[in-house]
């Protein structure tokens, strides 16, 4: 059986409004939409959110349609960059490459990413923990801290190489596959409209 971590697809941004409050855009919305008729997201009997809206907005949308209850934990949550808040592109491109090049460093004041790892990959063993193995389930998340998981689970360094927006779509909305009877990653980030309907090793 599988587990599937899904990032939240394209967000409306508006500086004046704090990022963990930024909503999905009507990409993004679409974008969920349609994956939400996955068959491997249909099948889900559990949804597990982080609290921000984007994430919880992703996850209301395949609840809708597979009609699994939803769970959301601050522990899910995307690093934490309150110090900084709203930042250009470009500058947000910086800190991110500093954020994973140095994963012990809180830049400019973000969560390490060695802190924020260890908070995901505990977040997730213990909903799996108390998990049915026999059900598929669903991650409603983020990027960054689901790269963080994403190396955990496949034994890599930290690098930003790993990160969704070098190897899936760079707007979001990607998928790992996990299988949970050992916790095997099935699937680099793939873009949710490219994600196969069987997955090999499930």
Not at 74 to 84: I, K
Not at 109 to 137: C, F, K, N, S, Y
Not at 138 to 166: M, N, W, Y
Request: aromatic fraction near 6%; glycine fraction near 8%.
């Amino acid at each position: 059986m599988y587990a599937l971590y899904v990032t939240h697809p394209q967000v409306r941004m508006d500086p004046a409004v704090p990022v963990p409050h930024w909503g999905l855009s009507d990409k993004g919305r679409a974008r969920a939409e349609a994956f939400a008729r996955h068959p491997l997201a249909l099948a889900a009997r559990r949804i597990i959110s982080s609290r921000e809206t984007k994430a919880l907005e992703l996850a209301a949308i395949l609840a809708a349609a597979s009609g699994a209850p939803v769970e959301h934990a601050d522990a899910f949550n995307e690093n934490d960059r309150s110090a900084t808040g709203y930042v250009s592109a470009e500058r947000f491109e910086r800190l991110a490459d500093a954020f994973f090049g140095h994963p012990d460093d809180a830049v400019e004041g973000w969560e390490t990413a060695r802190h924020a790892q260890a908070r995901i990959v505990a977040a997730v063993e213990a909903a799996l923990a108390a998990h049915d193995p026999a059900q598929p389930l669903l991650f409603a998340g983020h990027g960054a801290v689901g790269t963080l998981l994403k190396c955990a689970l496949g034994s890599r360094a930290i690098a930003r190489a790993e990160d969704q927006r070098r190897i899936g779509d760079p707007g979001g909305g990607n998928v790992l596959a996990i299988r949970l009877a050992d916790r095997a990653l099935l699937c680099d980030w793939t873009a949710m409209e490219r994600l196969p309907e069987q997955i090999a090793g499930l």
